[in-house]
């Protein structure tokens, strides 16, 4: 018996274990995406989590961090939230995946739950197992009402990574794929509405694809009637608007919808990764019934063999149904107030180093005075106990994202750890441009 203890993996988990966490790195090289792993290795964050619950993620070394990364929304509820997971664990004594050719009992329950939470006029549901394959049925679904190809985004947009939906985004990730396709997805700087307009003049444009804030991009903050403007071009030149509310969804703005604070009712929605509950993924896409057509021309249009998993919309009820509770959305005004005094806070210590703060609920980008400057404010979190990350189209800005439910004694932790890791990368930076 000694010798079996002795011969026993230190981390065991059931289906597969690991000797260190040097191995898991190691073989994540090699036979996952070596790029990515290496990219972490030599920012200075070898994160591998482990264990993970609420706010906190643990690393395999044991380090404990504060998410306030959430996986781009994801997380919203907080990892492993006692209700989802006890919602999908019931919901495995009956339902599996499910068949994705058929009516069904979740996805028709999860579809009507969504219409009802939904700007008005938002009638029909579609599903995908992510937010990327969302965005591709959303596209679809507005050249298919319009007949038109070209789609309209933001310079420096994310929509994801599949098929359409990476050609929306920057040609740093269409052009490796040789996706980039100027003529069908022309790109206008946000918050420019004579580009916008430029761009519909022709009536040419099936639809424009806005994220409410857009999240890569460091959450820009629109203009004051910037997004009630698009949406009027929109309607001017007979185009679709297809707001994406993957990361601004699901009360993160203080709305179950960030796009009604503006007063919209965008033509195409889309949901993702918070609807998941982070425990099983699902995706949804939102339409008028006049947008929607196909699914009455040819139901089988679009074919997703998870989309609307079972399971999936189970888990997606209950986060719906936590999110659009009263207590929630006070809970998210008060930590977005918490929040936002504290950093203003911070800002004046550091006003030369610490320049901007966007804020949108709790939704927050962090902007610094360095070309890289939320690269080394994220180094010195991670090494001071919180985890949040880069904006990757704009790095001098921290995408910083308390959660939904945070506790306060946490978020003051967190913001106490915060302001310790802005300084030390302002001393960082300081020194090494003497």
Known sequence: MAENQATKPEFDYGVFSFESKQEVLDKAKEFWNPGKTQFWIDSGVPLVIDRREEYFIYDMSGKRLIDAHLNGGTYNLGHRNSEVVQAVTMAMQHFDVGNHHFPSLARTALAEALVKSAPAGLNKVMYGSGGGEAIDIALKTARHATQKRKIVSIIKAYHGHTGLAVGTGDDRFSKLFLADQPEDFPHV???DLEAMEDALRGRDVAAVIMETIPATYGFPLPNPGYLEAV????????ALYIADEVQTGLMRTGELWGITK???TPDIMVTGKGISGGMYPIAAVLATDAASGWLHEDGFGHISTFGGAELGCIAAMKTLEIC????TRSMVHYIADFVGRRLREIQEIYPDWFTGIRQNGVILGLEFNHPQGAKYVMRHLYENGVW???STLDPRVLQYKPGLLLKPEVAEE???RTELAIGKAWAEVKGSVR
């Open 189 to 191: 700087p946000f918050n």
């Open 231 to 238: 949406k009027a071009l929109c309607e001017k030149y007979d």
């Open 262 to 264: 503006h007063g919209i």
């Open 324 to 327: 659009s509770r009263e207590e």
């Open 388 to 390: 949040a990350i880069f």
């Open 414 to 416: 967190m913001l106490d």
